[in-house]
């Protein structure tokens, strides 16, 4: 092995690479010794956050105020095939170009990727709030990869026997930068189902910057969907590092492997290396989003990339977010954004990859606390109730929900109450009504059930009413009343 170093970076930070370690694994069996070597130094920078199964990235960081001018600032460092980022600055924005291609792509890439985002999203930066991009060219030596630590780019040579450097694709520039901005909303987990769709966002937003970039914009159909085009050198039989319009076709190759990517869920593959496949099954998202980027037509970026990229920033995607859940909150803002011809459209490039997504956003389970104050006694009360997936719900007595068309509606099993109202993210509310003149009003929180306030007693002779609109006795009734009911 080399005096090879681990780059410096903040320990929570994961690195996330843009080629996978199967690519990697397979020039160490099969290359020459100083191949061997090389493929072995690039997987050692990563193999400590791999061994780290769950990822868990930045504690949250407090957004700056947002700008509404565009602030590009980049900076690209040299690290003259050291290990040290940043290494020595040699490109600040606004300067001429270096002669140093490597440098000067890192530059111009970062450049695309910021222009991508901010005239299609108005996103100012990596954080929305006009971060630096800073950058760190020939890392290492011959090092085959690039990747984003949580705080910046960094780009190795290539071996020259395999790989030219990794600025030569404006797509993996974009790639990279992605991840940062992943991290800022969404900071899905960087392992199993989570981390796929991580990468598979990179790859689209990657995509998409190289279409944005041409001198010439392409349309969906005019694009070549390839991730990675220009790494290989002329000895390696393959296209790209992958393929969004035919995953597991980039390439094929006595010393590469073979690309293991699926395009549909029947072929999903299980595994623990790449931190459970996350540069393998991102083939089934991706070709979803190919195949509503080209189903629309025209700019990907102004449609499909759209709702890819609201649904990144939507607060309802959580960090351990599956496909299903991706795909389902792609449908309810295709809705939103454009419509019900776009909505279907979504729908079915989601169904051709093996993923049914429903019209609805996601349905309500887990553990609540529901608030309940009838309007009649002016008393309120809070229980604990937790949603099954059954359709019943349990704790603030038992009984049925259903949801349609954005109404939560709850049924008690004892009581002649009916709750209807709407939810949104992780709040609910509504009316609740006994068909008798005492109605209410009611909200739910997501929650587990710590943290509930008991309800407050006092002094009534009115009718008081339990959470299933049963009258109960004041005092030690209403106690009891919520005793019954947790
Ligand atoms: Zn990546």
């Known amino acids: 092995m080399t005096d090879h170093s681990m780059p ?31 493929a072995l130094q690039a997987l050692a920078t990563d193999n400590t956050q791999r061994s780290r199964r769950i990822t868990r ?3 949250t960081v407090a957004p700056a105020m947002p700008v509404t001018t565009p ?6 460092h040299d690290l003259n095939h050291g290990t040290n980022l940043p290494g020595t600055l040699v490109r600040s924005e606004g300067q001429a170009a270096t002669g140093d291609a490597e440098v000067d792509e890192a530059y111009d890439g970062a450049g695309a990727t910021f222009d991508m985002f901010w005239a299609a999203y108005s996103r100012n930066s990596i954080d929305n709030a006009g971060m630096p991009l800073i950058s760190s060219a020939h890392y290492s030596t011959q090092y085959n990869n690039a990747f984003w630590n949580g705080a910046q780019m960094t780009y190795g040579d290539g071996d020259g026997v395999y790989f030219n450097r990794f600025t030569a694709s404006v797509d993996v520039i974009g790639h990279e930068m992605t991840h940062g901005i992943t991290a800022y909303q969404a900071n899905l987990e960087y392992h199993d189902q989570p981390g796929a769709l991580n990468e598979s966002i990179s790859d689209v937003f990657g995509s998409l910057v190289k279409q ?17 085009q220009g790494l290989f050198t002329s000895k390696v039989n393959g296209v790209a590092l992958r393929s969004m319009k035919a995953p597991g076709t980039a390439y094929d190759d006595q010393h590469l492997g073979k690309d293991p990517q699926p395009a549909h869920m029947n072929n999903f593959v299980h595994t623990t290396s790449d931190n459970g496949g996350v540069h393998i099954n991102s083939g089934i998202p991706n070709h979803a989003f190919y195949l509503l980027a080209t189903a629309l037509g025209g700019y990907a970026w102004e449609k499909a990339g759209r709702i890819w990229y609201v649904t990144l920033c939507d607060p309802r995607l959580a960090p351990t977010a599956r496909f299903q859940d991706f795909a389902n909150l792609t449908v309810a803002n295709a809705a939103t954004l454009f419509g019900p011809a776009v909505q279907q459209a979504t729908i079915d490039a989601w ?12 349905k309500i389970s887990g553990q609540w606390a529901l608030h309940y104050d009838w ?10 109730i937790t949603f099954n997936a059954d359709g019943t719900f349990t704790g603030g007595g038992n009984g049925q929900w259903q949801q349609k068309d954005g109404t939560l509606m709850l049924h008690w099993n004892t009581g002649p109450a009916i709750y209807s109202g709407s939810l949104d993210g992780d709040i609910g509310s509504g009316a609740m009504t ?4 005492s109605d209410g009003s009611w909200y739910l929180y997501r929650q587990g059930n710590v943290g509930l306030v008991p309800p407050t007693l006092e002094e009534e002779t009115t009718q008081h009413l339990d959470a299933m609109g049963n009258p109960v006795t004041v005092g030690a009734g209403a106690a009891g009343a919520a005793g019954a009911a947790g």
């Not at 944005?212 to 990675?228: N, V």
């Open 57 to 59: 990235s930045f504690t």
């Open 71 to 76: 602030h590009k600032q980049r900076h690209v």
């Open 375 to 384: 309007g009649v006694t002016g008393r309120f009360n809070q229980v604990p």
């Open 212 to 228: 944005f970039s041409r001198s010439t914009k392409q349309t969906a159909a005019q694009a070549d969907w390839l991730i990675g």
């Open 434 to 437: 006994t068909f008798a003149g």
């Open 8 to 38: 410096s970076m903040p320990s929570m930070h994961s690195i996330h690479c843009i080629l996978p370690p199967h690519m990697l694994e397979h020039i160490a069996r099969t290359g020459d010794d100083t191949q061997r070597e090389r």
């Open 351 to 362: 169904a051709a990859v093996g993923i049914s997504s429903s019209l609805q956003p996601p």
